[in-house]
């Protein structure tokens, strides 16, 4: 008899996936009424965090009383210019319920450039932001290894990828010592060639092994690249250190495009996996802020509920 090899390995992987998740929630069959979300047998739970511009507020003082008053528990800061901030954060998030989550890029150059000195620019630079995050309680610093306007570039190669490995598990153990990671963020193919699903950032952590390197992964990048949201982070697994949150159909606040901006099956995954960092919004807003924006965190919180 005649296998076809990519029929039977599609096969194989889907009732893999049956079977594992039969067995996640065979435990709850039968206790809960028809209709009823699952249950998880491990703990997950929805942070929701924000970067500077999403609240509210002419100060940050005021931003962050608004946070707080909608349970908002994390704040990601952008790298650049944070040497500078670092006063002022700390000030400000003194005596709140409000974590440092991921620090948002800001270093300088590129990892995969073919210049030298753009590369050393750019470890030189997140080895200030390593620093200065594990000095917050960061989570991670957000790198990407190059966007696509960024060039002469190295080639798509394997050679490519084991440079960049080696890269990444060197500024791993800088984090490491900090107390903080490395975040590798897949972008969509508008945006970056090289990194562009979530399971290719998280292979790159597979293969480096190293704590201090982890991964993210984007609502709205994956909405043009992933072929299903609760796969995409599965796949991510243990080494998902972050995740960031827009509408689905011009990136701005959840809700904002209506029907389309459905995160339930994402939202599945990360209670799979046990998810219990920060879903921070990454997003414009299209309407006024005091009601968008607590529109956008009640979308989430019941969409949570229902996954």
């Not at 993210?216 to 697994?237: I, Q, R, V, Y």
Request: with cysteine; hydrophobic share 40%.
């Amino acid at each position: 008899m005649t296998i076809d090899r990519r029929k039977f390995i599609k096969s194989s992987l889907a009732g893999a996936a049956a079977v594992g998740l039969g067995n996640t929630l065979a435990a709850s069959a039968g206790e809960l009424p028809a209709g009823a979300p699952p249950t998880y047998p491990i703990k997950a739970e929805l942070k929701i965090s924000f970067q500077e511009g999403t609240a509210p507020g002419a100060t940050l003082n005021e931003k962050f009383d608004f946070m707080e008053e909608h349970g908002v528990v994390g704040f990601e800061p952008h790298g650049k210019g944070l040497k500078g901030r670092m006063k002022e954060f700390k000030e400000a998030l003194k005596g709140r319920n409000i974590g440092v989550s991921a620090i948002c890029a800001g270093f300088e150059g590129f990892i995969l450039s073919t210049d030298p000195a753009i590369r050393k620019k750019c470890r030189d630079t997140m080895e200030e932001l390593i620093i200065l995050a594990g000095e917050l309680g960061s989570t991670g610093v957000i790198i990407v290894p190059a966007f696509n306007s960024q060039v002469p570039v190295m080639p798509h190669t394997q050679e490519t990828r084991d440079f960049l490995c080696e890269q990444f598990n060197e500024m791993g153990n800088i984090a490491q010592k900090h107390g903080t990671t490395v975040i590798l963020e897949p972008l969509n193919r508008k945006e970056a060639f090289y990194l562009r699903q979530v399971a290719d950032a998280a292979s790159i952590c597979r293969d480096i092994n190293n704590p201090g390197v982890t991964c993210l992964g984007d609502f709205w990048h994956m909405t043009w690249e992933e072929t299903c949201d609760m796969a995409a982070f599965l796949s991510a697994g243990k080494y998902l250190q972050h995740v960031h949150m827009a509408s689905r159909k011009r990136r701005s606040m959840p809700g904002e495009d209506g029907e389309a901006d459905n995160y339930v099956s994402g939202f599945k995954g990360l209670k799979m996996i046990g998810y219990n960092k920060y879903v921070s919004f990454e997003c414009g807003c299209q309407g006024d802020r005091k009601v968008v924006v607590p529109a956008a965190l009640e979308l989430l919180r019941k969409q949570w509920k229902e996954a």
